[in-house]
C-alpha cells in the first residue's frame, strides 16, 4: 500500500485548534503529514520559528505519522523533495477562497504532478487566525479556548499576563 504523504504549509504563529482540527483531520486522508513551517520574516511573526517548530512537536506529539520541519523558499520545491502528493489548506471563509484559488494554480502550474486539498475547519473554529489570538493575548483577553494549553502558556510568557 502507498503511504501518500501530504504537506500542511503555514507560519504556525502561534498554532491555533483550528490548526490542529486539520491535522488530525487530514490524517483521515493521508497516511503521512508533514507541517511544513514557514520562516517567513515578512511576516514578522511573535515566535521564532525554532519556538513555533517546538510548540507544534509539543501538541502533536501523540499523533502518529506526523512530522514538522521548517522551510524556507518555494514550497513547491519542499514538496517535490518530501515526495508530496499533497499540499493541505484550511478555507474558514469565502475571503480566503481567493488568494487560496491562486496559490494552488500557481503551484500547479509549477509542479503540474501536485494537488492542493482545501478543507474546511469545524465550524467552532472557522473564526480563529492566529492573528486574532496575538491580538486578543496583547491585551490580556482569555483564548484559552482557541490554542493549546502549551501555546496559552508561551503566549502569556511573551505577553507578560
Known amino acids: 500500500m502507498l503511504k501518500h504523504i501530504a504537506v500542511y504549509p503555514g507560519t504556525f504563529d502561534p498554532a491555533t485548534n483550528g490548526h490542529l482540527d486539520l491535522v488530525e483531520r487530514s490524517l483521515r486522508i493521508f497516511g503521512e503529514l ?19 517548530i517546538e510548540m507544534l512537536r509539543a501538541v502533536t506529539k501523540d499523533l502518529k505519522n506526523v512530522s514538522i ?3 524556507d523558499g518555494l514550497l513547491i520545491d519542499y514538496v517535490k ?52 489570538v496575538k491580538e486578543v493575548a496583547s491585551f490580556g ?13 508561551r503566549l502569556k510568557e511573551k505577553f507578560g499576563k
Open 34 to 52: 508533514v507541517i511544513a513551517v514557514a520562516e517567513n520574516p515578512k511576516k514578522k511573526p511573535l515566535f521564532s520559528l525554532a519556538e513555533r
Open 141 to 153: 483577553g482569555d483564548v484559552s479556548t482557541l490554542v493549546p494549553p502549551v501555546v496559552l502558556q
Open 81 to 132: 523533495q518530501k515526495e508530496a502528493v499533497a499540499i493541505v489548506r484550511g478555507l474558514r471563509a469565502i475571503s480566503d477562497f481567493e488568494y487560496e484559488m491562486q496559490m494552488a494554480l500557481t503551484n500547479r502550474r509549477l509542479y503540474n504532478d501536485i494537488e492542493t486539498v482545501f478543507m474546511m475547519p469545524n465550524e467552532a473554529y472557522s473564526f480563529i487566525t492566529s492573528t486574532v
Open 69 to 71: 520541519e521548517g522551510f
